[in-house]
């Protein structure tokens, strides 16, 4: 009997042990069953389809069509023969036949894109895409064509303003700008397009990344995104996926000169403001700080003693201009404008040129460390002034000054008239110039030379090479790892550079 009850519990035991497994097996088959009638999540879809939102915007975009006159240059040689050769008067027939007619103009056509933003006649495009045009023609997606007329354009943002007049009795469809900075890396975006001349092409893709620096301009601040982008998109809309302008497609990265998935658009918040400026006065105007600035890296934070680096480093300061009426100076850093934060340099000049001319803005510097507001009224940038260049009078080299201290690998001298003869220095420069350089030196590595001036050594100015020494070692025994040199060159332009003091 014993063995019996013992047989009974172990057969009750498995059952619960299997009863259990079977309605957990259940339970888990349901709820995968369940999770699998799930519809999948919407980040992983994408946008079922463009086709309504497409219909509704592509006969707002246009086919620009250009055409110049150029002289054609090419002269054809004929070709070397034996003197006496019976082939002499044949070739000079043939070539010159060949040759008849070269230089004289020829037309050559280009074609872009871009799209309607008024009904009453405003066309946006880019500038490279009726640069130097004689003929300008807008050819809409039902077939019709419109000559155009310029209004403005701006070769620094690549954005051109055309004006047709728009049959009364067949208006226009126009689009409007959006919000760039709303979209976020991973937005779906559509571009509408003449990629090779196939007008209205519609391609869909996302946002890869934003304020892009391609090196194409000084207000660099592109969209980035895969959908296909071929040549002939230039000027074309980039959409949101509420139909509103976010960006002007402009340019492209390709070894094949075809999409590889890597474009870049101008940001509609730019673009409006250029638009609005050309539609208004046909030319541009930005505001103006009246600095010179250059990035902030790890070894200039160190040496300024401002921590981790971030912001503009003013370089040089335009006399009279409203940096210098305001009482800002070379070795500050520039961490806020007009309460924007400033997290790197190439950021500051895009936000004073689309701020106001004469509007009073606070800007916040760090000077020797200590954070300072100053208020500056802007000025306007005067787009047609040509950079300062030094003089090029060829003069016969004079001796050269004799030297009287080496620091940090840089042999130095006083400057006087016979340094400033030497290496053309102009009159407005003012410290210790540099006659030597060592080679191999923490200076040669910063690309320090012959003929620069140092105008200050840890902030601090310095007119003779023992002024400069003994700030150097100042430096070195408060703890400093590099010495922060202000230079100038031959010209006068300023630049800071720290230098290793070990």
């Not at 047989?7 to 995968?32: F, L, P, Q, Y």
């Not at 027939?93 to 056509?109: A, C, D, K, T």
């Not at 850093?333 to 004469?358: K, Q, Y």
């Amino acid at each position: 009997m014993a063995g019996l009850a013992t047989a009974v519990e172990n057969w009750r035991r498995t059952w619960r042990v299997r009863t259990s497994a079977g309605v957990v097996a259940a339970a888990i088959a349901i709820a995968v069953g369940s999770l699998a009638a799930l519809p999948a999540p919407a980040a992983a879809q994408g946008p079922e389809s463009v086709a309504d939102l497409a219909e509704t915007l592509i006969d707002a975009v246009v086919n620009i069509s250009t055409s110049q006159r150029v002289a054609e240059q090419r002269q054809v040689p004929p070709p070397r023969v034996p003197e006496g050769s019976p082939f002499q008067e044949f070739f000079d027939e043939f070539f010159e036949n060949q040759n008849r007619g070269n230089g004289q103009p020829r037309r050559v056509q280009s074609l872009g894109s871009g799209f309607v933003l008024d009904a009453s006649g405003i066309i946006i495009t880019n500038n490279h895409v009726i640069a130097d045009a004689d003929e300008i023609i807008a050819n809409f997606n039902d077939g019709s064509k419109l000559t155009a007329e310029l209004i403005g354009r701006d070769e620094k943002t690549d954005i051109a303003v055309l004006r047709v007049k728009p049959d009364p009795n067949k208006p226009l469809t126009a689009v409007e700008f959006g919000d760039s900075d709303r979209i976020r890396v991973g937005d779906w975006v559509m571009a509408i397009g003449n990629p090779f001349g196939l007008g209205g092409s519609v391609t869909i893709g996302i946002v890869s990344a934003r304020n892009r620096d391609i090196n194409s301009g000084p207000y660099d601040n592109y969209i980035q995104t895969d959908a296909a982008i071929n040549r002939g998109n230039s000027g074309g809309p980039l959409f949101d996926m509420f139909g509103k302008v976010v960006g002007i497609n402009t340019a492209i990265i390709s070894p094949s000169g075809g999409s590889i998935g890597i474009g870049f658009s101008i940001p509609a918040g730019t673009a409006k403001l250029i638009v609005d400026q050309l539609v208004e006065f046909g030319e541009t105007r930005r505001g103006w700080l009246g600095v010179n600035i250059q990035q902030v890296t790890d070894e200039l934070a160190e040496s300024l003693g401002i921590g981790a680096a971030r912001g503009a480093l003013i370089a040089g300061v335009t006399a009279g201009g409203p940096a210098e009426t305001a009482q800002i100076k070379p070795g500050d850093v520039v961490v806020s404008f007009d309460g924007r934060p400033i997290g790197e340099m190439r950021e500051l000049p895009r936000i004073v040129a689309n701020t106001p001319i004469g509007k009073e803005v606070d800007v916040v510097i760090l000077r020797q460390g200590q954070e300072e507001t100053l208020k500056v009224t802007l000025g306007r940038l005067d787009e047609g002034t040509a950079a300062a260049t030094p003089d090029t009078t060829v003069e016969e080299p004079e001796p050269a000054p004799p030297v009287v201290e080496k620091v940090l690998g840089l042999s130095l001298a006083t400057l006087d008239d016979a340094a400033r003869k030497q290496y053309s220095i102009g009159t407005d420069v003012a410290g210790v110039v540099i006659t030597a350089v060592e080679p191999n030196s923490a200076a040669a590595e910063k690309r320090i030379t012959a003929g620069d001036t140092i105008v200050e050594v840890g902030q601090e100015p310095v007119s003779t090479p023992a002024d400069v020494a003994e700030a150097v070692e100042k430096l070195k025994s408060s703890g400093r790892r590099s010495a922060l040199l202000l230079l100038a060159n031959p010209a006068g332009d300023l630049r800071f550079v720290p230098v290793r003091t070990d």
